[in-house]
């Protein structure tokens, strides 16, 4: 039976809004499973963001619980492998320096740090580019910098936040792709946030559909569509299928 590495229970959040209170999460529940991907889908502007922050322990639920490896860690800052929607490069470090920095909070020495990043460059396809600044490096670039960054940290757990979603179409599919990749060689409990149905059921294991404000889960819907996955499966009978549900969900 597979562990859960990270439960979610009737999370709630409300922030004041001009003398009133808004309600952005209400009664959120979900898991994720050892070595699972799952995907948070909803429209923008839904409090996916806000939820991710709660796990994180960077903003305090209403109420509800985070459990993480079966430790209960509601409104604490907890290390996480956590990627925001931008990058967060630092512009005068280059390649080599962002990578490393999470092994240098975790006390690791320099030189050792540079050469555990440097290892692993080329799976990450940025072999060559350790010595560029981020404003020299491509969006795509810059994107697997960041999930170097966040493979780096020392957790089983990461959060990706829209990470592919101010790439352009065919970038895009690429890196999904080559996500997919990395997951696998990896194998960390991924919680990963999109508004396209179609990134959703290519990349995951399940899908929560969460509703717009106040945010609810509409559906969970289990993927079983064989791994690894190929491009190809965007036409098949069954990719579709998922997606009709997903969309009536999405209404």
């Known amino acids: 039976m597979n562990t859960r590495k990270l439960i979610v229970k009737n999370l709630s959040k409300t922030f004041p809004n001009n003398g009133q209170e808004l309600s952005v999460l209400e009664d959120i529940s979900l898991y994720v499973q050892e070595g699972e991907f799952v995907t948070l889908l909803g429209p923008s502007g839904s409090g996916k963001s806000t939820l991710f ?7 305090k639920a209403d109420q ?9 860690v509601t409104g604490e800052v907890v290390k996480l492998g956590y990627m925001p929607q931008q990058d967060l490069l630092l512009p005068w470090r280059t390649l080599l320096e962002n990578a490393s920095l999470p092994l240098l909070v975790q006390g690791k020495p320099k030189q050792e740090a ?9 799976v990450f396809g940025l072999e060559g580019f350790e010595g560029y600044y981020p404003e020299q490096l491509s969006g795509g670039m810059r994107q697997r910098a960041a999930m170097l960054r966040t493979i780096l940290i020392d957790s ?12 352009d179409a065919l970038s895009r599919e690429r890196l999904q792709e080559w996500l997919l990749e990395i997951w696998e060689k990896f194998k960390r409990s991924v919680l990963f946030i999109t508004h396209s149905i179609d990134e959703a059921i ?5 899908i ?3 509703s717009d404000r106040p945010s609810q889960i509409v559906i969970e819907q289990a993927i079983k569509i064989p791994r690894p996955r190929k491009r190809e499966i965007v036409t098949t009978p069954q990719f579709v299928k998922y997606k009709q549900i997903l969309m009536e969900a999405l209404k």
């Open 64 to 72: 509800g619980s985070v459990i993480i490896d079966s430790k209960e």
């Open 202 to 206: 290519y990349l995951s294991d399940r």
């Open 208 to 210: 929560y559909v969460i």
């Open 156 to 167: 089983q757990v990461m959060l990706l936040d829209e990470p592919f979603g101010a790439l």
């Open 114 to 122: 540079y050469q555990q990043v440097k290892e692993l460059l080329p």
């Open 53 to 59: 922050k709660v796990i994180a322990g960077l903003i």
